[in-house]
């Protein structure tokens, strides 16, 4: 399956091009954000964030686990990291499956309960305020949406 990838040069520039994928998004788009520590995925979601016209202030909710918003579409941004070692069942299906679009940081490590068709975005650290950003879509709809993005 074909990867996209692109480079951004400062944080503005991987919030630009969040936004501009934000207009193509649909209700129950799942997106998987990969990258380490300060690779940049919350600012890849308030890129995304503004791109779905949403007003308040996107903050990363390590220590709440999932934020609610409400813009063109709700927005459900999750940060995973501290749930990794729990089996418990937080009932994440419910986001995947609902009218929003989810975005999940530290994805992977619920590699589990994510659904089989989602698109995952790796953002590398390059150099200083340089990010190579990687789609990897699976599924149909998230194929089309890469090449809609990327024509
Ligand atoms: P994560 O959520 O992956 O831990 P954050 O988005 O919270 O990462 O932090 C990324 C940091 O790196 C921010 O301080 C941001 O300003 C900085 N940064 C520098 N260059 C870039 C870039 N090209 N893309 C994204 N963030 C960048
Ligand atoms: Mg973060």
């Not at 940060?79 to 990794?84: H, I, L, P, S």
């Amino acid at each position: 399956m074909a990867k996209y990838e692109l480079k951004t040069r400062n944080s503005d520039e991987t919030s630009q091009f969040a936004e501009r994928l934000a207009a193509f998004l649909q209700p129950g788009d799942v997106i998987a954000l990969e990258g380490d520590l300060g690779a940049g995925k919350t600012t890849f979601t308030k890129g995304l964030a503004k791109g779905l016209s949403i007003k308040r202030t996107v903050n990363s909710p390590t220590f709440t686990i999932i934020k609610e918003y409400q813009g063109r579409l709700p927005l459900f941004h999750m940060d995973v990291y501290r749930v990794a070692d729990s089996l418990e069942d937080l009932g994440f299906d419910e986001y995947f499956e609902g009218n929003g679009v989810t975005v999940v940081e530290w994805a992977h490590l619920i590699e589990e309960q994510l659904p089989g068709d989602l698109l995952t975005i790796y953002l590398y650290h390059e150099a200083e305020g340089q990010r190579k950003i990687v789609l990897d879509p699976k599924g149909p709809r998230y194929e089309q949406l890469c090449k809609e993005i990327f024509q």
